[in-house]
Every structure is written in C-alpha cells, then in structure tokens.
Nanobody
Framework: QVQLVESGGGSVQAGGSLRLSCAAS????????MAWFRQALGKEREAVAV????????LYTDSVKGRFTISEDNAENTLYLQMNNLKPEDTAMYYCAARSGWHGFPLRRDTYQYWGQGTQVTVSS
C-alpha cells in the first residue's frame, strides 16, 4: 500500500502559478501509475495528468495541455503538478492518486486504488 498527502494549494489570481506536491509513504511511487485528479463543486472528479509506470510517459487532459506539468522526484518519493497560467475554471479540489495492476484507461478514476485527502486550488479572475 501507499499513503498519499497533498500540499501546495492556495488562492491565486488568473495567470498565476502554483506547484502541488504529493508526498508518498509506504511504497515507492515508481511502482505505480501516478495521477492528479480534480473535482470542482457540483462536478465529477476528472483526471488532469498521469505518469505511467514503466516508461514514465505522461498524459494530460486537453484543457491543461501546455499549462500544467506532472513530474516526480523518486529520491523524495514525491509527485508534483506545476500549474502555470491558471484560469478560474481550474478552481477545484486537487487529488493525488495511485494505481497498480492496471493496463490502459489511465484517466479513469475508478481504476485508482489509493487517494490523498486533496488540496484546494482557487483561481480568481
């Protein structure tokens, strides 16, 4: 099992930047597909970015391509999400997630077994 704790959320103005962190314990993140999800009020939780186990390739949802970057530090056992040029529609609770034993469907939230508690991001116009 792996335990995940997010941090780094906050309130920023549109055009600003934030970096979210997800500290993992109990197992190494390189053993898992790692992902960031977000959930806005009244909406379903959606995948934002994924790092795939094995080749560590990355995948982004279209709305954040070119603005967000997912990365990891294996020495620190930490996952990051660098968010630039933030927009009000990025306002949401952001969650770190991990899964193992799956092939394909990296954006499906029901395939992820481990979740953090979330960190709030609020972007004002």
């Amino acid at each position: 099992q792996v335990q995940l704790v997010e941090s780094g959320g906050g309130s920023v103005q549109a055009g600003g930047s934030l970096r979210l962190s997800c500290a993992a314990s109990g197992n190494t993140i390189s053993s898992y597909d790692m992902a960031w999800f977000r959930q806005a009020l009244g909406k379903e939780r959606e995948a934002v970015a994924v790092i795939n186990t094995g080749d560590r390739s990355t995948l982004y949802t279209d709305s954040v391509k070119g603005r967000f970057t997912i990365s990891e530090d294996n020495a620190e056992n930490t996952l990051y999400l660098q968010m630039n040029n933030l927009k009000p529609e990025d306002t949401a609770m952001y969650y770190c997630a991990a899964r193992s034993g799956w092939h394909g469907f990296p954006l499906r939230r029901d395939t992820y077994q481990y979740w953090g508690q979330g960190t709030q991001v609020t972007v004002s116009s």
